[in-house]
């Protein structure tokens, strides 16, 4: 993958791009909380076919924090504007987890310039079927990133799935990420704090593709559910994994997801 930045609307945005094949549209993906770009290297390793575009949000890895909170439309955006100077008329968008939330404001707020959509491990947002306490609370700090004893003996009940058996593999995934601030980590869950899809979903004009863990204590599989049964071209698929079955399950992942976007 390619790294760059890009000032934009006064914005500096690190991003990260793999070439593709030029005849599909690109693939825009929205990380998680906290995530930076390569956190999605290894899903993207395995997908076969388009150029991927990720890029660290505001206040994530690369890319400095801004001064003042934002909203998901901010975001959504500012994405837009990088998507011009990255010359992207057009793209398939894919988001994951809190990325999901991005991913959807994306799709309506952006309409003409997303053909279509994959949501993973994610929910409508602020009106969603709550994951386990437990979970939510280990997910509103930023330390599974910054204390890797912490995030072994975490990973099990926080992401489920695979890592409910073997919870050294979290560092395999997560012990790479650049961590850059607190302040950012917070910004990101201010920002969702209150938004919710539920009210357009019946609106989103783009074909969907919706994934849920089984075993996902953070959003369980129900959330994808409502997302798949409100969008109207949508379609539902469980992954006998965790939250993190992007990355653990990343070669049944990527294989979905190559389908979904290269059919006709």
Not at 115 to 121: C, G, P, S, T
């Amino acid at each position: 993958m390619q790294i760059s930045r890009y000032d934009v609307g006064g914005q500096t945005l690190r991003v990260g791009v793999r070439r593709g094949d030029a005849a599909q549209r690109p693939l825009l993906i929205f990380n998680g909380i906290g995530a930076t770009i390569e956190l999605v290297a290894p899903f993207v390793d395995l997908l076969k076919g388009p150029e991927v575009i990720v890029f660290d949000v505001p206040g994530v890895g690369g890319s400095p924090a801004p001064r003042l909170p934002y909203r998901p439309f901010m975001l959504a955006r500012l994405t837009s504007r990088l998507l011009d100077e990255l010359g992207h008329a057009e793209v398939d968008v894919l988001g994951v987890s809190w990325g999901g939330a991005l991913a959807q404001q994306f799709a309506f707020q952006q309409a003409g310039r997303c053909r279509r959509l994959v949501l993973a491990a994610t929910s409508p947002g602020h009106l969603m079927v709550p994951g386990k306490l437990a979970a939510l609370i280990k997910l509103a700090t930023p330390r599974r990133y910054k204390d890797p004893a912490w995030r072994t003996t975490v990973a099990g009940d926080l992401y489920g799935g695979a890592l409910r058996h073997a919870p050294d593999r979290a560092s395999d995934h997560l012990g790479h990420i650049r961590w850059s601030s607190d302040y950012g980590y917070y910004l990101q869950l201010v920002a969702g704090f209150g938004w919710s899809s539920l009210p357009w979903l019946p609106l989103l004009s783009q074909r969907t593709l919706v994934m849920s863990g089984t075993d996902d204590p953070i959003v369980p599989a129900i959330n994808g559910k409502i997302l798949a049964r409100l969008i109207p071209d949508a379609r539902f698929e469980a992954i006998e994994d965790g939250h993190l079955f992007l990355l653990t399950s990343a070669e049944k992942s990527a294989a979905l997801v190559a389908a979904f976007l290269g059919a006709p």
